[in-house]
């Protein structure tokens, strides 16, 4: 057994035979044609954590020890992998750090295959890539539960900089232990044994005791291996903008086809979708998929194929004077594609209402997951907006929170939302539709404490509130485009008929020939994941045209 089993039903380690799974002797006889047999002493280190682009390890005799180290520097063995299981998870597709450490427990006989061969292996063997994909992506589930081979966030829970660092790791499925700086004796503890003053919180603690004091995402991410290096002289076939539903897409079907294609992400994986709680409408899921796990699997699916996903890499110029096209970065450093995929997508719109910018992150919110629930557990909370995302917000809130009021400026929610969700909100008592309002007032001390608004009489009423989530429109993330391509009247990417001038002829084809724009950022796209990723598959299509004209 490869962990003792917890209490908890949904814990990976439970799930042995998937997570931890034996090939049998006729599949361990086809991974060993892809590598070579090697013998290793017992407590031979074989992977250390850090490293990059690691050998898939398959063991035919002994064993191999999986661990991270303790706060005192002594090894933590959590996982032992024995004859004909293997050892990885899903960053041997990503180019990420590695987060644990492996040595061998035993005197041990494996089989080592090479990155290359590793994906060859996974790729013309399904039935054994299928085993290895599941495994991977429940160990990294594992690794996140039990918080194996991740930092520590020290800082006030409800603090803005801690959310918005939470909120990244999360997001980005990097495993870490929050300790509250408000209520938690172990981070006072912690703080003290740094030298750390409380001012100086929010902090992240690496494993090997490095302290970063209030990191911002780029810096973050860069010490902890999300960041792939980007070489601005290496011309990719695509690169696409945005990693949400349509990008991921997109660097789904360019890559399982054969084209080199980078990904630049500004944040995490997902987009506006990877902040949903559960999205029940998207085919296949008839149970429902969080927005984060939609997207985690599909940024696996990606990298499987070759894809390379650079994250916390904001795009901030296009130069269209010139061929392949120059894409610059918020850090400086630039990247050539000859063909460009704009996937920038919106972001929700603001509320223009006083002291509002004094409350982001500190009670006023723009996603509802686990993390935001539990912020305001057991509060009351205001959802504003009539979309799906709203609905869906409204609807996961209400298990946590003990009252959801649902603000709209129009007359009712059927006319923008799913009907599915329109049911459940007029079904449950713990959620109140409020129609014809508008929020009016913030008031507040360190956090948000309370929210008046005003119904179409301009009656105003106050009420105690642990969180405002606003969901309102979108405006378009295509600033960076420097007028390089045409936009409508409100900012969005003219495609397809819009575009007479078109050399590819393609719906998603703009203005300039090689670049096409797919999923919210395109002019008259349905804001739904489905479509986004309809349009972001069909998009390879038009890509191949371009790159390859009469081929």
Known sequence: MNQPPG???????MRQEQTFPHLNDEMA???ASYGREEFVPKGTLLIRRGDRRVDYLFVLEGCIEVYDLDEAGRPNVFTVHGPHQFTGEVDLFSGREILVNSRAGADTRLIRVAPADFRRLVSAEPDIGEIIMRAFILRRVGLIQHGHGGVTLAGSAHGADTIRLRSFLIRNGYPYRLLDTEI?????????SFGLEPEECPVVITPDRKVLRNPGNAELADELGFSIHVDSRHVYDLAVVGAGPAGLAAAVYAASEGLDTLVLEALAPGGQAGTSSKIENYLGFPTGISGQALAGRAQVQAMKFGAH????????????SRHPYRLTMDDGSTVQARAVVVATGARYRKLSVPDYERFEGLGVHYAATAMEATLCSNEDVVVVGGGNSAGQAAVFLSRSASHVHVLVRSGGLAATMSDYLVQRIAQSPRITLHTYCQIDGLEGDTY?????????????????IGGLFVMIG??????????????DG??????????????VD?????????????????????????????EGSVVVQAIHRYLHPGG
């Open 474 to 487: 979108a405006e378009p993330n295509t600033g960076w485009l420097n007028g390089c391509l045409d936009l």
């Open 7 to 13: 209490s908890n039903p949904s814990d990976p380690y």
């Open 448 to 464: 948000l404490r309370a929210v008046t608004w005003c119904d179409k009489d301009g009656r105003r009423s106050t009420h105690a």
């Open 309 to 320: 996903l650079a994250v916390s890499r904001a795009v901030v110029g296009l130069d269209c």
């Open 490 to 503: 409100n900012g969005f990417v003219k495609t397809g008929s819009q575009c007479p001038t078109t050399a």
């Open 506 to 534: 393609s719906p998603y084809a703009t203005t300039l020939n090689g670049v096409f724009a797919v999923g919210d950022v395109r002019s008259g796209s349905v804001k739904r994941v489905a479509s986004g990723v309809g």
């Open 184 to 192: 938690d004796e172990d981070a006072r503890h912690l703080i003290d």
């Open 29 to 31: 006889e086809r991974v």
